[in-house]
């Protein structure tokens, strides 16, 4: 049973990723529907990983593990990046930097963040080929798993450069919560003035977002980082073909090996990582999902179920109805109307009613009467 709460969560955090979506679609906010991607496409694929490898280690979906963990790689940078652009925004929004734009300024800014949160994850995807030491590894129970060659380069690619992105994240929004409370009373006046359409209520939740992203994928790094130190060795990357030299092998960890106690302490990192991940999907609808015009649009949808459910409803009732009357209708021709050869067989017997009445009647006269049951005891075959 165990193995389905992690499926089920991961479901659930693309749910509540996915419902932030329609209204920062249209106010064209690229960084939080950027973040939305990246936590739907994080959380599919543990779905996915969690689902085909509950019970076992088997290499049977190679195309998708090659998918899969450059996925890992992706969701790994986009979402400290994300963080970065929204803090270092906001910075720019409480030091007063942040000035209104242009059309063409404003158009410009879109693109530089679309290139930010889609273009970027996919180079960092590339250029962890570097330090992959082999195709990926398969996980009992956890899936696909990235297979990096430990060494300075992977430390460097792997944790160093999005480690720095979280660290230039906390920086701007630390800087961005100073000016915060240095300018509480007016903070309204000033974020009116930079025309960023951002209330306070707003620059709060996205603040808080930045910050809780941080706190948790930044620990997670550190500690994954930690795990390879104490347990792995630093292994020289002398050259591009000595790293890569077995690239095509699938290395398959079993039930036995990941129960080993060196190995277990990264299946219980990796399995805290993808929860947190799931919970960053919930921590994103919290944030983003709950704001007024967003509450409308629920209503919208709410009302569009309950309309399709009550004419659902309307028409099974309908088509019942209908059943049912031609059942009646049925019944009242076999048995009332009935077929012509019964009318023929009911006028043949009330003929030979009159006669018996008849006989019975002459009978009677004559004193030579035999019991003759009652009309209505007669049974009509």
């Known amino acids: 049973m165990s193995g389905f709460v992690t499926p089920v969560f991961a479901v ?64 790994s940078f986009s979402l400290p990046c994300s963080s970065l652009l929204i803090s270092s925004k906001l910075y720019d929004i409480a030091s007063l930097k942040y000035s209104k734009k242009t059309l063409e300024e404003k158009q410009r800014l879109i693109m530089v963040e679309l290139f930010c949160v889609t273009v970027l ?73 930079s025309g960023s359409g951002i209330s306070t209520k707003k620059f709060l939740r996205m603040i808080s977002f930045a910050l809780i992203d941080l706190w948790i994928t930044f620990p997670i790094l550190l500690a994954e980082f930690a795990l390879e130190v104490s347990y792995v060795k630093v292994l020289p990357y002398t050259s591009w073909n000595l790293v890569h030299r077995r690239f095509s092998d699938v290395w398959i960890y079993p039930r036995v090996a990941i129960l080993n106690s060196q190995f277990k302490h990264f299946v219980i990192m990796t399995s805290f990582a993808v929860w947190c991940q799931c919970l960053m999907g919930v921590v994103f609808f919290l944030m983003f999902g709950l704001s ?33 009357g031609a059942s009646i209708d049925h019944v009242v021709d076999d048995t009332l109307v009935g077929p012509r050869d019964s009318i023929a067989q009911a006028d043949g017997a009330s003929d030979r009613l009159s006669n018996i009445d008849l006989e019975a009647a002459d009978q009677k006269s004559s004193n030579s009467f035999t019991s003759i049951p009652p009309f209505e005891e007669i049974k009509i075959v």
């Open 121 to 193: 994850p996919v180079i960092y995807s590339i250029l962890t080929l570097v330090s992959q030491g082999h195709r990926f590894n398969v996980v009992y129970g956890q899936g696909c798993e990235p297979a990096v060659y430990f060494s300075s380069v992977s430390i460097v690619i792997d944790y160093g450069i999005p480690m720095l992105t979280c660290i230039a994240s906390l920086f701007y929004s630390s800087l961005s919560l100073k000016h915060f409370f240095a300018h509480k009373k007016d903070f309204e006046s000033i974020l009116s003035k």
């Open 292 to 324: 007024s015009d967003l509450r409308s649009d629920y209503a919208k949808i709410f009302e569009i179920f309950k309309k399709m459910l009550l004419f659902k409803k309307g028409k099974e009732a309908q088509e019942s109805n209908r059943g049912f």
């Open 12 to 75: 659930v955090a693309v749910i509540a990723s996915l419902l932030p979506v329609p209204s920062h679609w249209r106010a064209r906010n690229i960084v939080i529907l950027g973040l939305s991607f990246w936590l739907v496409i994080g959380n599919v694929n543990v779905f996915v990983n969690r689902v085909i490898w509950m019970s076992n280690a088997k290499n049977s979906a190679p195309i998708w593990c090659d998918l899969s963990v450059k996925l890992m790689s992706m969701t």
